[in-house]
C-alpha cells in the first residue's frame, strides 16, 4: 500500500502545493493519505482534482486581513480566521469552493489530524467527517496554538495537528503502508529544535497541561519520524520531497516571489515520486 503525507507548515505548505499539482497532471495516486494542518487542505485539493487552487491561498488571500491579521484578534480571538479560509472561501457558495464531489469519491483513506487539548493526544479524523460546506475539521487541523482559539469537534476541542504527531510516519507504516511519500516544508537534515515550540508550551500551561506537555516534547517526533522515513528511503521504500532551502521563509511568511519559488520546487521535485511507483 503506498501512502503519502503532507505535514503542511504554515505558508511554506505551498510547498506541497506544488508536490500534489505535479501529480495531478501525472495522474499518480495513492491508498492512503494523511494531511497534518495545511497539509490536509493541500491534500484536500488533491483528491477534488483541483490544480492550482491552493496556490492562490498562499499567495492570494493570504494577503486579506480577513484571512490573517491582529484585526482578527480582536474579533474573534484568532489571528487566522479558518472560519474564513475554510468557510466563506471554500464552501460551494464561496470564492474558491472546494469540489466535494470529486473529495468524496475517493475510495481509499484519507486521515486529517489535529490534536486534542485536553489530553494533548492527536486525533486521525478520517475522510467520512467531511460533509460538504462543514469543513470545520480543516480548521480544527490548522488551527494553531497560541495564534487561533480552538476548535470544537463536536465536543473536543482541537488544535493543530502537528503539536502532537507532526510527521506521522510511524501512524502510516502502523495502517500498512510499505511505500511512502514524504512531504517536509523544510530540508530533510535539518534538525528541528525546542525554540518555538516551547515558547508555545509555555503559555499554555496552566490551561491545557497536557497539550503543553505535548507540545514541548513535539521536536523530538519530527526528528524521530524523519529519521525512520531517510531510513525507509535508503531501503528504496519511501521518497522525501523537501526544500532544499527556504530562503528565509517562516511559518506565516507572506513573501509571494519566495512562495511562489517554493510553489514551483515543490512542483519540480514532485517527479521524484514516479520512481517509487
Known amino acids: 500500500m503506498t501512502g503519502i503525507i503532507d505535514i503542511g507548515g504554515g505558508l511554506r505548505g505551498i510547498f506541497g502545493t506544488g508536490v500534489f499539482d505535479r501529480c495531478l497532471d501525472e495522474k499518480i495516486s495513492f491508498d492512503h493519505i494523511i494531511g497534518v494542518s495545511a497539509g490536509a487542505?493541500?491534500?484536500?485539493?488533491?483528491?477534488?482534482?483541483?490544480?492550482?487552487?491552493?496556490?492562490?491561498f498562499y499567495t492570494e488571500y493570504a494577503k486579506r486581513p480577513q484571512y490573517m491579521s491582529f484585526g482578527n484578534i480582536l474579533k474573534n480571538?484568532?489571528?487566522?480566521?479558518?472560519?474564513?479560509?475554510?468557510?466563506?472561501?471554500?464552501?460551494?457558495?464561496?470564492?474558491?469552493?472546494?469540489?466535494?464531489?470529486n473529495f468524496s469519491k475517493f475510495n481509499g483513506t484519507f486521515l486529517t489530524v489535529a490534536t486534542d487539548c485536553i489530553t494533548g493526544k492527536p486525533v486521525y479524523f478520517p475522510k467520512e467527517v467531511y460533509k460538504k460546506d462543514d469543513y470545520r475539521v480543516l480548521m480544527a487541523s490548522s488551527c494553531l496554538p497560541v495564534l487561533c482559539r480552538p476548535v470544537d469537534m463536536n465536543g473536543t476541542l482541537c488544535v493543530d495537528g502537528g503539536a502532537s504527531d507532526p510527521v506521522p510516519v510511524k501512524k502510516a507504516l502502523l495502517d500498512g503502508c510499505d511505500k511512502l511519500v514524504l512531504i517536509?516544508?523544510?530540508?530533510?537534515?535539518?534538525?528541528?529544535?525546542?525554540?518555538?515550540?516551547?515558547?508555545?508550551?509555555?503559555?499554555?500551561?496552566?490551561?491545557?497541561?497536557?497539550?503543553?506537555?505535548?507540545?514541548?516534547?513535539?521536536?523530538?517526533?519530527?526528528?524521530?519520524?524523519?529519521?525512520?522515513?531517510?531510513?525507509?528511503?535508503?531501503?528504496?521504500?519511501?521518497?522525501?520531497?523537501?526544500?532544499?532551502?527556504?530562503?528565509?521563509?517562516?511559518?506565516?511568511?507572506?513573501?509571494?516571489?519566495?512562495?511562489?519559488?517554493?510553489?514551483?520546487?515543490?512542483?519540480?521535485?514532485?517527479?521524484?515520486?514516479?520512481?517509487?511507483?
Open 41 to 56: 487542505a493541500n491534500a484536500a485539493s488533491f483528491l477534488g482534482g483541483q490544480k492550482g487552487r491552493n496556490f492562490l
Open 77 to 101: 480571538g484568532s489571528y487566522l480566521d479558518l472560519s474564513y479560509i475554510y468557510g466563506a472561501l471554500s464552501n460551494s457558495d464561496g470564492e474558491n469552493p472546494l469540489n466535494y464531489e
Open 184 to 277: 517536509l516544508s523544510r530540508p530533510k537534515n535539518e534538525v528541528k529544535d525546542d525554540s518555538i515550540d516551547k515558547k508555545a508550551a509555555a503559555v499554555l500551561r496552566s490551561r491545557y497541561p497536557l497539550l503543553s506537555a505535548s507540545l514541548s516534547e513535539c521536536y523530538k517526533r519530527y526528528n524521530e519520524n524523519v529519521r525512520i522515513a531517510r531510513d525507509m528511503e535508503r531501503d528504496g521504500k519511501a521518497v522525501i520531497i523537501c526544500p532544499d532551502d527556504l530562503n528565509g521563509l517562516k511559518t506565516l511568511t507572506k513573501d509571494i516571489k519566495k512562495l511562489t519559488d517554493l510553489y514551483n520546487s515543490g512542483y519540480e521535485k514532485a517527479g521524484q515520486i514516479l520512481k517509487l511507483l
